[in-house]
Each structure stands twice: as C-alpha cells, then as structure tokens.
C-alpha cells in the first residue's frame, strides 16, 4: 500500500508546520517512509502504515525507545498516533547514509562498521531485554504470517524463488537446528538499516524486529547483504572482524530461510 506525500491531519500534522515531506526508500521497513526537511528546522522521518495484526510501528518505537536506554544510537521517537486506519511513527534524522549507499566510505570500511555495530549490539546482556525472538516465537509468527498470506513468494532469494511458503514452512520445521546462541538481535541485519558518516557509525535504525535471538539471525542476514552490495569476497573479512571463526553454513541457511517469511 502507498500513502499520500502530504503531510497528515490533526496534531501530528500541527506539529510538522513548515515541513514539506518526500518519500523516502531509507533502510528496509515494511511501512512506507517520508523524510521531513523544513527550513531551520532539524530532519525528520515519518513512518506510515496500515493497521493490523502484522503491523510493525508500535514495536519499532518499543525498541527504539529501550536501545537508547540502553546507551547505543539509534533515532528519537518524538510522536506516536494511530487513527484512520493507520499507524504513524515519527522519529528523528542520523546524521550520514546507510551502509549500502554511503559511497563516501570504501565498501571494506563500511562492512567494518557493519560488524563493529552487530559486535556491539550482541554485547548488551539479554537479561536486559524484554523483546524475545527465540526461535520458539519467531516460527510461530512466520506460520501466522504465512496463513494469512502476507509472505510475498516473488521476493524469495534466487535459489528459492518458485516455490510455496508453504513448501518452505516445512523445511522450517524440518530444520529448525536444536540450539541458539542467544544474543540481542538486531532481526533485519543488512547494509541500509545502518547508518554511518565520514566520521563514523551513527546508528541503527528499522529496529521493529530487535530481540533475543541467535546471533546467525543477524550474521545470516548480514552475509547476505555484503555479498549482494559488495560481492563475496567481503563476506570473509565480515566474518574475521566480527570474529566468528567457524561459520557454521546449515544455521547461516536457515536464518536466510527464515527471514523469507518477514
């Protein structure tokens, strides 16, 4: 679904006066994305979505709000509101440009970030957070998903395009592996959910599926990504800086696997 390009209604609308508003493709959320730039006026993003069971607004300002608490960057949530059929999330601008278009920065540097911010990440105990997307839950809400018929088939990776979600919901279950390595997720671990700058990483951002996860939930989804922007040779230099030094290819595959459902 699309969404106008002007600006909404209401108080949230009050408060954007003297903001014009542009759509905006930054970082991989499900919602649609605008950026806010007034004159004087500090940058903004406005995230829209439709209602429902599957919406992902109301999560993403939870973690926002907990990952600042916990000391790392990520942006601000200045406003929530729901309302004709919609959710809308406004947050703060980081400085830069993602990991996947920050052409300022080499590629190698940027996967350099990459891993230096997942390391950091995977540092906060998890005691700490209460988002919890262990295999046992995240299964679970991929079956809903597939039930109601919102996991886009034609998206598939190339080695898996035509086949049926359901078809790949029974490898799922197949080859659900028997351990997590259990850390703080970031969930959707490619190159423009990252921001950096010429003088270094700025932050996270499309965080609505942060949790408690194992940490190839992350390193799947960020091999991924590297190879697709930068080619594979940088996958190895990912993966030593990062300092995993026996990658363990079946677990890399099923997260991959299970990320087709989201």
Not at 128 to 143: G, I, M, Q, T
Request: aromatic content about 8%; proline content about 5%.
């Amino acid at each position: 679904m699309t969404f106008s390009k002007t600006l909404p209604a209401g108080p949230l609308g009050e408060r954007l006066s003297g903001y014009r508003m542009e759509r905006d493709g930054l970082g991989r959320s499900a919602a649609s994305v605008f950026r806010l730039e007034g004159e004087g006026l500090p940058s903004l993003y406005l995230k829209v979505e439709q209602a429902g069971p599957f919406g992902e607004l109301a999560n993403e300002a939870a973690r926002l709000d907990w990952l600042k608490a916990s000391g790392l960057p990520c942006p601000d949530v200045i406003a929530r509101e729901s309302g004709g059929g919609r959710n809308r999330l406004l947050i703060s601008a980081l400085p830069g440009a993602d990991l996947a278009s920050a052409s300022a920065l080499t590629p190698l540097v940027r996967v350099e970030l990459l891993a230096a911010a997942l390391l950091e990440l995977h540092r906060l105990p998890i005691a700490s957070c209460p988002f919890d997307h262990r295999l046992e839950n995240r299964v679970a809400v991929a079956k809903a998903r597939m039930q109601a018929g919102i996991v886009d088939e034609t998206d598939f990776d190339e080695t898996r395009l035509g086949k049926s979600a359901e078809t790949l919901f029974a490898e799922l279950e197949s080859r659900r592996p028997d351990r997590e390595d259990l850390v703080v997720t970031h969930g959707d671990a490619c190159l423009p959910n990252f921001i950096a700058c010429e003088d270094g990483f700025s932050g996270y951002i499309d965080c609505s599926r942060l949790g408690i996860a194992d940490r190839y939930q992350d390193i799947a989804l960020a091999c991924r990504s590297i190879a697709s922007n930068f080619g594979d040779a940088l996958v190895q230099p990912f993966l030593d800086l990062y300092g995993l030094t026996a990658l363990e290819p079946a677990r890399l595959d099923y997260y991959q696997l299970l990320d087709e459902f989201f």
